[in-house]
């Protein structure tokens, strides 16, 4: 133990003198950087000086020439200014012209104001008005003459004052008339330098070898005497009066951009040296201070290090013992092989796994257990290993046990390297996955029979969808032209019970179809872009004609900034809205149902969360019955089901649909007052650019001033939300009488109101009667008039047109017709205000402007259906033909001229996506560019993307509805 404690103490003494000297060798570079630092940052004190004084030089400067030249221009622009100087009346000029100089003396210190002649004579010196005529021959006159533009430098005067002057040509009507002079002494801009940058500034001629400014500190003023020995002093630092001063000097460039002279800036020192020697002080001390701490410290870790390596030998036995113990008792087997990949190890347990003893494998190669196919492939991936010199991790490979069955390993290695960093082999551990593997390959061949069963029934899905849909289209196109004939009143109810239980049939069929596609995880959510004005268009198409035939209000408000064009499912979204607008119509007799859509948050830049709510005055749901409502084949009363109908599967559907896309769909209700279902989403804003959801005509209409005349509540809130959302300017009131007065004393004050809407029920007296007192005052009659009515009757437009209304429009009133209304009265569709008849704007004048007669081929090989969709059409006013299959349909495409296609998908000897490439390929531009609809039965997950693949521009699934296939048609042709 002594030996030990002699051997510990000389290791440790050879260890710490060198230490002991690098930290002397440390210290002392340390000293020297740290006086390095110190010097540094007094030079970069200094140059900060300058920096600052140069920076705070230029600024004033140019500050000042900027306000001197806009004087100037407002002197040379002052009319009187330019007709005195025609008459040539000095003193009137003077007089014109002293009190601006007065100003601006007190707020920028001008003190020199010329008139100066084309000569160089002085006509007229505001500052001195008896000292005229005199010849200035200066260097920023002459300037000014040869650039003819304004010259601007410091110029020094006869008497040693340093003058800033500004000299600009005096030009009006069209002619050089002289020159304005304007300037001032620069000795305050000295002095306030010198206070903004803690320095004393002298201001030294060469030719004087004298300061001729100088800032006005004590300091300074003590300083004149010495001002010949600073300035020929060649060091940066001079020390005078026990104080330590900085000197720079910066070249004095006159107007002539001569150096002149010289600023010589004197900063004081003595105190940020003082702190600088002892930031330098307290450096070292702690740089000592450390250094002791670490040579202790050393010290005792080093004694301690003999000890300490000891106790890691013993645990470093222990560990490898335990690790013995460990191989030899776990199920996995551990290896080594040398670089040619013959075992040179493995632990015992290797025989549990392969049956083979530990030495029965070493000497031998992995590839001794395995297959031929199995060695070609591992074989391969070893060579990587080796080349690469990287471990690898769960390579599965499959050997051959002793008594040969199959055994399946995981294999784990890392590389063994030389000293010379070459690999000598790897070791590893490999574990018997046999079990689990057997399992994997059962699971997949589970799999793969799950998925042929789950192709299986989409394509049963599809079969049947197309099967159903196709006898479904002539039941119901063929129910609507019934209906259009003569019947009598048993006949047309019959056809009626007919169309709605057709209706019915479709609605279950879409629905058992759609939750099939969910629940078999078929349905995807696609991301295009997509126009939220004509997806709202189409609903409000759907819901109307419900609307007024039950008597209830409806209405849509997009709320303001929304943008138009969004990234999202259009499709899904539609089929929500569908759902949850069907329901509130389904379960309200009276009242009102809205749908509302506002922005709910920015979540970014180009993304957008929209809520959309549905809000009815129905029967309301019970609160313990609401959070059925969304479970599939569940409503939240089952008698409901009996007395409304439904297969209780749409609510499920649209909560379904609503998590896919990313959002949250919700309800709340009160019993007997009516339910609100809300969901929010997530929209992404395209890239193009961002177009606010408002007409293109918008501006044209804005600056009108629009009087609402409501009779109640609800029809006001509603008129009232569509004028917000496009950002009108508007007032209401229920009162006739006190619509009248608003009118007038609008009017008195020249604030009149441009347009009235009026309501044909309004309290006090009757929409036309307060028409007929509008257009007989006249304060008022220049007002337009828009009467809206839920008791429309024949001859009431004439009437109405008599009295001077300009509109009539029905409710309720779409916010799309309403704001056309509003774009036709206004001027902004003179075609119609300036028609000879001067016709009535309705809501069908409106629909003229955007329908037109157009020719179309129908391409459908069901005898039926061609003659329910020629009758439909025909009935649209628009021109048909018909093609039996696809090959007639490219034929006639190439021989004649069509507006539009309307293709079926599945038709004998050429089939729609066929006919379609071939049409795309006719030599005739115009004609393979024309716009192809698929209109077809298939209704799957992906046929709508097979048909725009195919090159169709649209789709639309049968059985056809009339509205949606007229909406589709006239987008199309429009485009």
């Given at each position: ?6 051997n ?13 000297l ?25 140059l ?14 140019d ?31 003077y ?19 010329y ?7 002085c ?100 300083l ?16 005078i ?17 001569k ?28 740089t ?30 222990e ?6 113990d ?11 092989v ?35 196919n ?8 070893f ?83 197309h ?26 109810d ?25 629940e ?5 959510i ?8 004509n ?32 990234i ?81 599967l ?18 709340k ?73 608003l ?30 007192k ?33 509109a ?30 001067n ?28 003659k ?6 025909t ?41 379609t ?55 199309n042709?429009?485009?």
């Amino acid at each position: 133990m002594p030996s030990n404690n002699k051997n510990q103490i000389k290791i440790t003494q050879k260890v710490l003198i060198p230490i002991a000297l690098s930290f002397i060798i440390f210290f002392l570079l340390s000293f020297k950087l740290i006086i390095s630092h110190s010097n540094k940052e007094k030079k970069e004190n200094a140059l900060n000086i300058i920096h600052t004084f140069d920076n705070i030089y230029k600024r004033i400067i140019d500050t000042r020439l900027k306000i001197l030249l806009s004087f100037i221009d407002f002197i040379g622009s002052n009319k009187k200014n330019q007709r005195l100087w025609s008459e040539k009346s000095r003193i009137e000029l003077y007089k014109n012209n002293i009190n601006t100089l007065k100003k601006m003396n007190k707020t920028i210190n001008l003190t020199h104001f010329y008139f100066i002649k084309k000569n160089k004579e002085c006509f007229l010196r505001i500052h001195k008005k008896d000292r005229f005529g005199d010849i200035i021959d200066r260097i920023t006159l002459t300037k000014a003459i040869n650039s003819k533009s304004y010259s601007s430098g410091i110029e020094i005067g006869p008497l040693g004052n340093m003058t800033f002057r500004v000299v600009s040509p005096w030009i009006y009507d069209g002619k050089h008339q002289g020159f304005i002079e304007l300037g001032f002494e620069i000795d305050k801009i000295v002095t306030s330098i010198s206070e903004m940058t803690n320095s004393d500034l002298f201001v030294v001629l060469d030719k004087k070898k004298d300061f001729i400014h100088t800032s006005s500190t004590s300091i300074s003023k003590n300083l004149k005497n010495k001002i010949k020995e600073i300035q020929k002093n060649t060091e940066k630092e001079i020390i005078i009066e026990d104080k330590t001063f900085y000197i720079n000097k910066i070249p004095f460039i006159d107007a002539s951009n001569k150096k002149i002279g010289s600023f010589i800036i004197l900063k004081d020192i003595t105190s940020e040296i003082a702190e600088i020697n002892n930031w330098v002080l307290y450096k070292i001390s702690i740089t000592l201070l450390i250094g002791l701490f670490l040579i202790i410290t050393l010290w005792f870790y080093f004694k301690k290090l003999e000890s300490i390596f000891n106790k890691n030998q013993e645990e470093l036995i222990e560990s490898e013992n335990r690790f013995k113990d460990i191989a030899q008792n776990m199920a996995d087997w551990i290896w080594e092989v040398d670089k040619n990949g013959v075992y040179t190890y493995v632990s015992e347990n290797a025989q549990n796994v392969l049956g083979y003893s530990k030495n029965e494998i070493i000497g031998k190669t992995p590839f001794d257990f395995m297959h031929k196919n199995e060695i070609d492939k591992i074989g391969k991936l070893f060579e990587q290993f080796i080349k690469t010199k990287k471990p690898f991790k769960d390579m599965i490979n499959w050997n051959i046990h002793k008594d040969g069955k199959p055994v399946c390993l995981l294999t784990s290695g890392t590389p063994i390297f030389d000293k010379n960093n070459q690999i000598n082999g790897y070791r590893g551990i490999d574990t018997d996955i046999t079990v689990q593997k057997k399992l994997e390959i059962e699971l997949i061949y589970s799999k793969d029979k799950a998925e042929e069963a789950n192709i299986a029934k989409s394509e049963f899905l599809a079969n049947m969808s197309h099967e159903i849909r196709t006898p479904m289209n002539g039941v119901m196109g063929m129910t609507e032209l019934l209906l259009d004939t003569k019947l009598d009143p048993e006949q047309k109810d019959y056809a009626l019970t007919v169309k709605r239980s057709a209706e019915n049939l479709l609605s279950i069929i879409n629905d058992i179809l759609d939750f099939s596609k969910i629940e078999a995880g078929r349905l995807d959510i696609e991301y295009i872009e997509f126009n939220l004005t004509n997806l709202i268009n189409d609903i409000e198409r759907v819901f109307s004609p419900k609307a007024i035939e039950k008597k209830l209000d409806f209405t849509i408000i997009i709320g303001k900034n929304i943008p138009e064009k969004l990234i999202g499912d259009p499709g899904r979204i539609k089929q929500i809205l569908l759902n949850l607008l069907g329901n509130a119509f389904k379960f309200t007799k009276t009242g009102k149902i809205s749908l509302d859509i506002i922005i709910e948050k920015q979540t970014s830049d180009n993304e957008l969360l929209l809520k959309f709510s549905v809000i009815d005055t129905g029967i309301g749901i019970k609160k313990e019955n609401i959070s059925k409502l969304f479970a599939p084949f569940t409503q939240a009363d089952a008698s409901t089901t009996r007395k409304f109908g439904g297969t209780g599967l749409g609510l499920a559907i649209s909560k379904q649909l609503t998590d896919l896309m990313g959002g949250t769909l919700n309800a709340k209700s009160v019993i007997y007052e009516g339910s609100t279902f809300y969901f929010t989403l997530t929209f992404i804003i395209p890239k193009t650019k961002k177009v606010i959801m408002v007409h293109k005509n918008i501006q044209n209409i804005k600056n009108n001033t629009i009087l609402i005349i409501a009779n109640d509540d609800t029809n006001m809130i509603i008129l009232e939300k569509m004028l917000s959302s496009w950002g009108f300017n508007f007032k209401s009131t229920e009162s006739a009488e006190s619509a009248f007065a608003l009118l007038k004393e609008a009017k008195e004050q020249n604030n009149p109101f441009h347009i009235a809407i009026i309501d044909m029920n309004v309290p006090g007296m009757t929409g036309e009667d307060l028409g007929i007192k509008i257009k007989n005052d006249i304060k008022t009659k220049e007002t337009t008039l828009i009467m809206i009515t839920s008791t429309a009757k024949r001859g009431d437009g004439a009437r109405l047109l008599k009295i001077g209304f300009e509109a009539y429009l029905p409710k309720p009133v779409r916010q799309s017709e309403l704001y056309d209304c509003l774009i036709m009265i206004t001027n902004t569709n003179k075609q119609i205000k300036t028609d000879k008849n001067n016709k009535l704007i309705t809501k069908y004048t409106i629909a003229e402007l955007r329908e037109t007669t157009k020719n179309i081929l129908l391409v459908e090989d069901n005898v039926i259906n061609q003659k329910f969709a020629l009758k439909l059409l025909t009935k649209m006013e628009f021109k048909i033909d018909i093609a039996a299959n696809g090959k007639e349909g490219v034929d006639a495409v190439n021989n004649s001229d069509y507006d539009l296609v309307l293709m079926d998908v599945q038709m004998p000897i050429m089939n729609g996506y066929e006919a379609t490439k071939g049409i795309r390929n006719l030599k005739d531009k115009k004609k393979s560019s024309i716009p192809i609809i698929a209109m077809t039965a298939n209704a799957m997950d992906g046929d709508r993307e097979k048909c725009l693949e195919a090159g169709m521009d649209d789709y639309i699934s049968k059985p056809i509805k009339p509205l949606v296939l007229k909406e589709v048609i006239l987008r199309n042709i429009k485009r």
